[in-house]
């Protein structure tokens, strides 16, 4: 199996009227994501925030689980909060991950060329690079990030008639993980 | 494909220990569900607590969505949370739902006689009675709860050598709405 970690991205990434955006972190998305990451084996879960104060605000609620008092109470969350590394921009997480990793993008929305789950699961299973799965906040990633990647991932498509597709990030990150790194 | 809900549980459920404990309502579980089963064109999401003042905040939460300004800021989820159903028991939640249903138990650990997803995906595309999922929160559903379903499914496994295994309810909900009901 490749090495494989994710990335979580406040910015760039688009609000509702396809404007580029910095997003708010959510602090349920840190343990959520992480669990999830870390019961499928991942390797690290970046999290990535432009902006100083937010980061600081991720950084205390990762101690919180991992030398506070949430690793006294819910010690199950210390392994996967331990994985967490917060960084200033993709970049950032790509130099610590690995310099070579290939980025595989995610969208709610479909694109030409896009990578099929089993194609990925795949592929993830021959030799070759670390990928780093990155994951947009808001509306989703900015286009140029899906430009520079190296895959991007086909949607997780609703079997609604209509098509709703609104999933949380925290439930398209654990849907994601299933789908490509499951036994 | 046969009528399908999901129930989310706060009591009786179990602590770390196994005693039988109520928990807290987690306010992002209401819409992250919601938004996961809406997806996956379940028909009701249940949120089951027996504390009045609990289901009173549940009712406010999906208010702000459905009729106050969260449904005008961000109207994609007056959809599913207009699907939420708060009541006080399991049995209520059978009667509001169907009283034929079939109750399917989730859990993190293995247990005998289990059924395995592939099966479950296979018996929701035959004929037959509607289905109830039914998750729990804190430890998990009490055993009773087990012991009185028609089908308890398998457990999520993780990948590492570990069996590390501590999603939140709302990455294994998704999952396992994933693996019942993707197309």
Known sequence: MRRIAAALLHHPVVDRQGRVVTTAITNLDLHDIARSAHTYALEAFFIVHPVAAQRALAERVQRHW?????????????APMSMLRVVSSLDEAISAF???????????RRSPGALSFDDARARLRCEGASVLLVFGT??????????????????????????????????AAAIVFDRLMSL
């Open 98 to 108: 690995d310099t070579d990793a290939e980025i595989w993008t995610t969208s709610a």
């Open 66 to 78: 991992t030398l506070g008092s949430g690793a006294r109470r819910i010690p199950d969350r210390t």
């Open 138 to 171: 808001g509306w989703g990633l900015c286009p140029e990030l899906h430009a520079r990647a190296t895959a991007h991932l086909d949607p997780i498509l609703s079997p609604r008639s209509d098509g709703y597709n609104h999933l949380s990030v925290r439930a």
